[in-house]
């Protein structure tokens, strides 16, 4: 099993940056995607950016520019920046991870098998 802990959320005001933070403990860390999703009162898990065991990325097209997801394999950890934060960027970010092969699938119907608990983004105007 994998064991994900997020951490960073916070209220910020529309315009500010936030990092947030994945470690990640368990099975071999290497050979796993890693991602965020976020969630909004009332609405459904949609999938944010994701990066694979080989660091190639992909996101979301509402996010492309501000935000940017990283990973430190020494560390067990990834990370998302997000600059220009806008009330619409409220929401209860999770971080998830799956192995390389399932990559495809997150950005559809298709969801990780790992997940921590989420934390709270809440963007003020």
């Known amino acids: 099993q994998v064991q994900l802990v997020e951490s960073g959320g916070g209220l910020v005001q529309a315009g500010d940056s936030l990092r947030l933070s994945c470690a990640a403990s368990g099975r071999t860390f290497s050979s796993y995607t890693m991602g965020w999703f976020r969630q909004a009162p009332g609405k459904e898990r949609q999938f944010v950016a994701r990066?694979?065991?080989?660091?190639?990325?992909y996101y979301t097209d509402s996010v492309k520019g501000p935000f940017t997801i990283s990973r430190d394999n020494a560390k067990n950890t990834i990370y998302l920046q997000m600059n220009s934060l806008k009330p619409e960027d409220t929401a209860v970010y999770y971080c998830?991870?799956?192995?390389?092969?399932?990559?495809?699938?997150?950005?559809?119907?298709?969801?990780?098998?790992?997940w921590g608990k989420g934390t709270l983004v809440t963007v003020s105007s």
């Open positions: 990066i694979r065991s080989d660091g190639i990325t």
């Open positions: 998830a991870a799956d192995l390389d092969y399932t990559v495809r699938t997150w950005s559809g119907s298709g969801r990780p098998s790992y």
